[in-house]
């Protein structure tokens, strides 16, 4: 049974978010953002909704572990297996502004949970504010640069033509997937890693976080095959950003979360591998060819991404 309720709660996950996305991207072209913006802020966080939402959820049972797990499961899932996949499919061009302000303030977010990880092994409420005002600031400095980014999206007619009816019911259905899907999916996952002897953490960063990346998987790659290079990317940056700004932050705040023993994995081996995969991000992005990701990159990702698998496997 828990299997069963393992998929309901990815079918639901991954109708949600595709629901959440599209009123999201709606609701920016009504407002006339620019590809930036929408790739960076409303698509990047209407598919880290999912993350957020299963957080605060395992959070709330008393699964805190399963929450970090769940972030930084993700954010390498995000960048090892999605923009691999998305590469593989349709190769990326990066452009150079790329490396100026989105890539830095990725690795800026990344080294700051480190840092903060490394005091207590927890996230406290105070460590969880630094973490959501981090993300005000990265915000406003966005829109700022906007600014001088006038480009705005083109998409189908389908999209520009949404109405305000249509946004508000998408975003509703959207939500109200996403909440029922992160609970189905919860609690078969704790259940099948009880069963099984596994820790919640391993689980969480492998199974649960490949399964809430599944909006990211899909808006990449319709973004990469319309030559919407600056949404495929800038989805992927903006979501591993706000998971660790926003759904961290969001979830430490109204839970602390509490490394246990059982799940010190995190800090001695998976946050490790959010870094480097991060960081890989650079030469791979300038050798051998500048600002782009071509699809041999894409598997030397994939390939690490099942290497990331099978060392957290191995542990048990």
Known sequence: MSIFYLIIGFVLLVAGGEF???SSVGLSLKLNLSKMIIGLTVVSFATSAPELIVSVQSALDGFSGFALGNVI????????FVLGTTALIAPLAIDKDFFKFNW???MAFSILLYVLLLSGNNLVRWEG?????????????????AHKNKE??????ELQESVWWKIILFFILGGIAL?????LLVEAAVEIAASLGIPESIIAVSMVALGTSVPELAASI???????????LGNLIGSNIFNIGSVLGITAIIQPIQIEEKGMGLLNNDIYWMLGIALALLPLAFLPKAYHISRYKGIIYLCAYVLFLYVAFSTL
Do not use: H
């Not at 973490?131 to 829109?143: A, E, H, K």
């Not at 705005?152 to 007619?157: K, S």
């Open 20 to 22: 959440l996305v599209r």
């Open 73 to 80: 499961g993700s954010n390498i899932a995000n960048i090892a």
């Open 104 to 106: 830095p303030w990725m």
């Open 129 to 145: 504010a630094v973490l959501l005002g981090s993300i005000v600031i990265f915000l406003v400095l966005l829109i700022i640069r």
């Open 152 to 157: 705005t999206l083109r998409v189908d007619e």
């Open 179 to 183: 909440w029922q899907g992160s609970v």
């Open 222 to 232: 319709i973004a990469a095959l319309k030559k919407e290079k600056a949404i495929s």
